[in-house]
């Protein structure tokens, strides 16, 4: 997600309650698994945030509930999203942060993406920002850094007896990541196989995603995965962004599609929605379209999809407008998700 994100987080870590606990546990008990084939997913990676600021998240009867446990039993998600930032300068997004929501996660019986940026902030195709820490260093001493990082977030989930179904290598790589090393037209195929490599060390049977922001712009696709497929990259799945609103969400969904279909033929990968996202006024219009979506999938090699921040208020950290709660409460945006549908099962 690239919007008006240089704002970072509001949030100092000065005070302790505002500080990611990682000895924070889940107020439910375990519950069943609720995997289902498809995922039907939320990044809420500005949660712990959110929570320390004060944000209450209720039900559609008012009452108050934690957000994932919410978005489970009353919004259908069974599948959690959390992007790993390397030294975020407040802490979150941090390892222990990520920890603290991957445990509620796992107790909720839901299943995990891990989406690591491989930046200390935000990267997106206009800002792939090396971590501070590694600037400066070789292509060599990058891969090491990078390994040493997969294995810390993942081996921090094994240490717990968490396994992430998916993960990510980069966030929105249209471009490449981590500058100036890792440009799409410098060594990021190298990257990327490390990532897989390190993946695949601590968790054999995740899934590796590499991920391509706008859905709907075939020739995006084109650069970025031809190239991948030209250099005989390793990953499995196909990543892909959308942030339609109600007055053009047919005309992108339509491209969408059609771009699925070339690139799962072309490439032989399955494809996840990892973000999408509309207008948190827009709930109906959203819910018409992820209910067409949904239609669609059935006949495509698509295994899920991620609302972006649904629980975060409008206008958060600097103008980010497209959750779908308000007032804490969810609107009837992810209705579809709740419905008993065959692909669900």
């Not at 970025?224 to 250099?231: D, E, P, R, V």
């Not at 771009?259 to 948190?280: D, F, L």
């Not at 819910?287 to 975060?312: Q, T």
Request: proline share 6%.
């Amino acid at each position: 997600m690239f919007l008006f994100l240089a704002a970072l987080p509001l949030t100092a870590c000065g005070d302790d309650k505002d500080n990611p606990d990682p000895n924070d546990k889940p107020a439910t008990p375990p519950a069943e698994v609720v995997h289902g084939k498809f995922a039907r997913g939320a990044d809420v990676s500005w949660l712990t945030q959110l929570e320390a600021e004060g944000e209450k998240f209720y039900s559609p009867d008012g009452r108050e509930k934690e957000c994932m446990q919410l978005l489970r039993d009353d919004c259908g998600v069974n599948a959690i999203r959390l992007r790993v930032w390397v030294n975020p300068k407040d802490g979150w997004n941090n390892i222990d942060d990520v920890m603290v929501k991957a445990r509620r996660a796992d107790a909720l019986g839901m299943r995990l993406m891990i989406d690591f940026h491989f930046s200390d902030t935000w990267a997106d195709p206009g800002h792939q920002e090396m971590p501070e820490a590694w600037k400066g260093k070789s292509l060599n001493e990058v891969k090491s850094l990078m390994t040493a990082h997969i294995h810390d977030m993942l081996g921090a989930l094994k240490k717990e007896g968490i396994t992430p179904a998916w993960v990510q290598i980069g966030n929105e790589t249209r471009t490449g990541m981590m500058y100036p090393l890792g440009k799409l037209d410098a060594d990021f195929v190298e990257l990327v196989n490390t990532g897989y490599d390190a993946v695949k060390a601590d968790f054999p049977g995740s899934i590796v995603i590499v991920h391509c922001d706008e859905g709907d712009n075939g020739w995006h696709y084109r650069e970025l995965f031809g190239k991948l497929k030209a250099a005989g990259a390793k990953y499995d799945m196909i990543g892909m962004s959308l942030y339609p609103d109600a007055s053009n969400w047919e005309k992108l969904l339509s491209d969408m599609v059609n771009n699925i279909r070339n690139v799962t033929a072309t490439y032989g990968k399955p494809v996840m929605i990892c973000e999408i996202g509309m207008p948190y006024n827009q709930g109906e219009a959203f819910d018409r379209m992820l209910s067409a979506l949904i239609d669609d999938c059935a006949s495509l090699d698509v295994k899920g999809v991620f609302y972006w921040e649904p629980e975060a208020p409008s206008g958060y950290n600097g103008g980010y407008d497209k959750g779908c709660f308000i007032n804490g409460t969810p609107t009837q945006a992810l209705d579809t998700f709740k419905k008993n549908l065959p692909i669900y099962e």
